[in-house]
């Protein structure tokens, strides 16, 4: 079965530099959410999507922004890299008619 | 605001045992309550869900309890082999109805 595609898997950035996670979710599933996983800690929620409008938000910084696309996958944009955005970045997808999240193996970013 | 706690923080047992994983959260007012596992530095996987309106959720080894009124979920996991070493995290909706606050999860390891 299609499970949630993440990409990059790794991603090295130095310092104030941009970078793009791109989510491809589960076919026919139309919420998409993203989390931060930091070493050691619990996933925290940043921004979730529903038919391509954000629908709730978390702790998300102003330096990162995300969009869903009109075929459901979504981008988390984040600017000017901090050390401490080094963190396992996942994205999940749903079905608003069912409240089971699945998740994606997560994107590994490294900012040095 | 949600929190969620789990106790133990880790667990270390050897292959046979049945255990126990418990869940806390402080708002009771929830919808569901999911249960994932998740190995170093991979994604997470569900395990169990069960809606407020339910008491408990069975999938093959595993039985997860739900007691809304006391704020409580526990999992159970019967004749534990060492193939079910895991982070386990227990999760309910918080910010929104869908996004998830995770607690700190059960680190578990099974010795053979």
């Known amino acids: 079965a299609a499970g949630v595609i993440q990409s990059p898997r790794h991603l090295i950035k130095e310092k104030r530099e941009t970078a793009t996670l791109k989510c491809y979710p589960i076919?026919?599933?139309?919420?998409v959410y993203w989390y931060q996983q930091g070493p050691g800690q619990d996933p925290q929620f940043l921004i979730s999507?529903?038919?391509?409008?954000?629908?709730d938000k978390g702790s998300i910084p102003d330096r990162f922004s995300a969009q869903q696309f009109s075929d459901y996958h979504s981008e988390l944009n984040m600017s000017s890299l901090e050390l401490g955005d080094s963190a396992l970045y996942f994205c999940?997808?749903?079905?608003?008619?069912?409240?089971?999240?699945?998740f994606g193996s997560g994107t590994q970013l490294s900012v040095l | 605001k949600q929190e969620v706690t789990q106790i133990p923080a880790a667990l270390s047992v050897p292959e046979g045992e049945n255990l126990v994983l418990n869940c806390s959260f402080t708002?009771?007012?929830?919808?569901?309550l999911q249960w994932f596992r998740q190995d170093p530095g991979k994604g997470l996987t569900s395990l169990l869900l069960?809606?407020?309106?339910?008491r408990e959720q069975t999938s093959g080894r595993l039985n997860a309890s739900l007691d809304k009124s006391s704020g409580r979920s526990t999992l159970y996991i019967a004749a534990s082999q060492p193939g079910d070493s895991a982070t386990y995290l227990c999760?309910?909706?918080?910010?929104?109805?869908?996004?998830?606050?995770f607690g700190s999860g059960t680190r578990l390891q099974v010795q053979p």
């Open positions: 999940a997808s749903s079905r608003r008619d069912n409240e089971k999240l699945f």
């Open positions: 076919p026919r599933h139309d919420t």
């Open positions: 999507f529903y038919e391509k409008m954000q629908s």
């Open positions: 708002d009771s007012a929830i919808y569901n």
């Open positions: 069960i809606q407020s309106s339910q």
């Open positions: 999760a309910v909706p918080g910010t929104g109805r869908r996004a998830l606050t």
